[in-house]
């Protein structure tokens, strides 16, 4: 027999003086392969137009419809209904400026972070369509591509302690971002440069290790190994600077 579920649906409009923040209960019969996304659009076509909610690319690809699901950031595109109890409640990501009820703007503060920790290759080398571009060793650039799959969804954002404290923390999202340039022999930033982007409280100095970041990654991202790695690197380089100073 078919599962009747109940959703818990955080709505609320910050645009309209008259909504309140508060949970909507809808009820839906479980079919085959139901996912989350699936549900909210079955339940905005059969019985609540207005229901906020993002998608885009329906595969796990553009990173829009992420939300909590039972607590947990996550895609509702790719979390099967049979994974989670009867009971599921949505809320928006955390963080994350609250458009209404389950979208929130994670564009502008990626832009911001991109913005801040300077996310492009740092070259003097004069772009020419016609020169063939330099080979890179195979394996460097599978390690990179590793680190480029991340749909910037903002799951590990809303999972991390720290960055719901505090809004200056540029996230695990924006530290992998780095370590993915600061492995690109391309990228002609010296060590002293990543410092000033990423070696501060805003940066790896600001991440305490809570390790929620890599454990709701949809794309599996190894976080940890890159925050490791900056973590040493980093603390080198201050711990440098320090005896430059006495000296
Ligand atoms: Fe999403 Fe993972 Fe990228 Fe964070 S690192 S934004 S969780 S894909
Ligand atoms: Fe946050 Fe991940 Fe560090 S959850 S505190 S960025 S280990
Ligand atoms: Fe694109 Fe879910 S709709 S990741």
């Known amino acids: ?3 009747q579920l109940t959703f818990h649906i955080f709505r609320y409009n910050p645009l309209d003086s ?9 009820f839906l019969e479980e079919t085959d392969s139901l996912t989350i996304f699936i549900a909210l659009n079955r339940i905005r076509e059969e019985q609540d137009p207005s229901l906020q909610f993002d998608f885009c690319c329906r595969a796990g690809i553009c990173g829009s419809c992420a939300m909590l699901i039972n607590g947990r ?7 099967k209904t049979k994974d989670l109890p009867e009971e599921i409640t949505l809320l928006p990501l955390p963080v994350f400026k609250l458009i209404g009820d389950l979208s929130v703007d994670t564009g502008n503060w990626f832009r911001t972070m991109n913005e801040k920790v300077e996310s492009w290759v740092h070259t003097d080398r004069v772009f020419d369509p016609a020169a063939e571009e330099e080979r890179m060793d195979n394996s460097l650039a599978e ?10 969804c903002g799951c590990c954002v809303a999972a991390c302690g720290t960055a719901n404290m505090r809004p200056d923390f540029i996230g695990a999202v924006a530290l992998n971002r780095i370590a993915r340039f600061i492995m690109d022999p391309r990228d002609q930033r010296t060590d002293q440069q990543y410092f000033e982007v990423v070696g501060t409280d805003e940066g790896i100095f600001g ?3 809570l390790l929620g970041c890599e454990d709701v990654c949809p794309k599996d991202l190894p976080l940890q190994d890159q925050l490791g790695m900056l973590r040493r690197k980093m603390g080198w380089n201050a711990i440098k600077q320090l005896f430059q100073r006495k000296g």
Do not use: K, N, V
């Open 143 to 152: 390690e990179i591509y590793e680190l480029e799959r991340c749909i910037e």
């Open 73 to 79: 950031p996550d895609l509702a595109c790719h979390t």
């Open 18 to 26: 008259a909504s309140t923040p508060h949970l909507q209960d809808f």
């Open 207 to 209: 991440c305490m290790g």
């Open 1 to 3: 027999m078919a599962r």
